[in-house]
């Protein structure tokens, strides 16, 4: 695969705190645990939005303020009734060390990731449908347009579609995504990480929009994709101006009051 190491370590997404119409909608590591919890409640209602919810299945997290407490949707709750006060704090391990919800059973993807990557800030894990229909091929992600360039190299696959919820699967989960961004379980979903809970949110909403367009296109015939060398252009322009992005999650924060989905 591809090394895609960048953005994690710059950010596709500028690591500066914005407050505007619409309110805070970046995180830095400056902030204190209860504006992570709020930014954290935020994007699982834009995974929402954006529909990548899977009845009350998903789970997004970050990285606390201290390293080794992680800040996660609890189980039980769907993404779009997520609150600050709903999200739990487990330890490295996976114990509950603060909340009064369940974790979920695969906290260990989280967990597994954060002990062997540090430069990774936080953690998405979702089934969304077109998503899960293209783990259910044999397939390869095809840049067609700006949603796929993100993956300029492909997404690896790990093969098991088993729930994770052993050290050995988190370990093997771990192994395939190596250094990357994105990794696919097949008949499953996807994980996506990032610098940020904002960065690691658009990788999931524009993979599950890259396939989506990769289908429709496959009905009208022949698919034409990017070439590698201008994908890659593209891909580093991206990487080097982080405003783009931060244009596309304010314009999401600012949705999601339109479609009543605002934290109150």
């Known amino acids: 695969m591809a090394d895609r190491t960048g953005p994690l370590k710059s950010g596709f997404l500028d690591r500066r705190t914005i407050d505007e119409k619409g309110g805070q909608t970046m995180v830095d590591s400056r902030q204190d645990e209860q504006e992570v919890r709020t930014q954290l409640a935020q994007a699982c209602r834009v995974l929402y939005m954006e529909g990548l919810a899977d009845y009350n299945l998903g789970h997004a997290s970050c990285r606390g303020p201290e390293a080794d407490r992680v800040l996660i949707k609890p189980r039980g709750l769907g ?3 997520i609150t600050p006060d709903d999200v739990i704090v487990v330890d490295l391990e996976g114990n509950v060390v603060e909340g009064a919800h369940r974790p979920h ?12 990557r540090p430069d990774v800030q936080s953690i998405v894990h979702v089934h969304p449908l077109f998503t899960a229909a293209f783990t259910s091929a044999r397939l390869s992600i095809k840049p067609l347009n700006q949603d796929g360039v993100f993956f300029p190299g492909g997404v690896a696959m790990l093969e098991s579609p088993e729930l994770i919820t052993t050290e050995q699967q988190a370990q093997a989960l771990a192994d395939k995504l190596g250094q990357d961004n994105a990794v696919l379980i097949r008949n499953h979903g996807i994980v996506t990480v990032g610098a940020r809970i904002e960065e690691a949110c658009l990788l999931a909403i524009f993979f599950e929009r890259a396939v989506k367009l990769q289908l429709m296109a496959s009905l009208f015939g022949e698919i034409v994709a990017i070439s590698d060398e201008t994908v890659w252009k593209m891909y580093d322009g991206f990487k080097q101006n982080p405003k783009r992005n931060e244009e596309i999650w304010r314009y999401m924060v600012r949705k999601l009051g339109r479609e009543g989905l605002a934290l109150q």
Do not use: A, C, D, S
Not at 105 to 116: A, D, F, P, S
């Open 79 to 81: 993404l779009e009734e």
């Open 105 to 116: 059973g695969e906290t260990i993807i989280h967990t597994g990731i954060y002990k062997r």
